[in-house]
């Protein structure tokens, strides 16, 4: 199978697990499911977040997806618990459409080696 074909086979399994998981079923977009990877990766799952916290929930989840690329490390939690990461490299210049493959690429990664999808 073409590696874009292995991609978006489980893409859709994860936004569809997910979706049923989350939203009774109602198609989460991708936003949606970096923000659930960053209430994941915090571990505070049964709290409500202002909006400046779902952003920080975001940024948390696209550092844990791209440590493996090594643009990230993590560095510490500091005492209300939330994980900081140092920047390892800077991310290049992509098109919109890449950048989405490249997240949705490292999504995928996250959930397989959680065991999530196979």
Known sequence: MARDEQLKERWDLVVEKLSNQFADGDQ??????IYLIGVQELGQLHREYKKDHKLDLMHIAICKVLEPYGF?????VDEEGWPHYKVLAQLPHLKAGEQSVLMKEAIVNYFVESDYIT
Do not use: R
């Open 72 to 76: 990230y490390e993590f560095d510490y």
């Open 28 to 33: 989460l977009d991708l936003d949606s499911i």
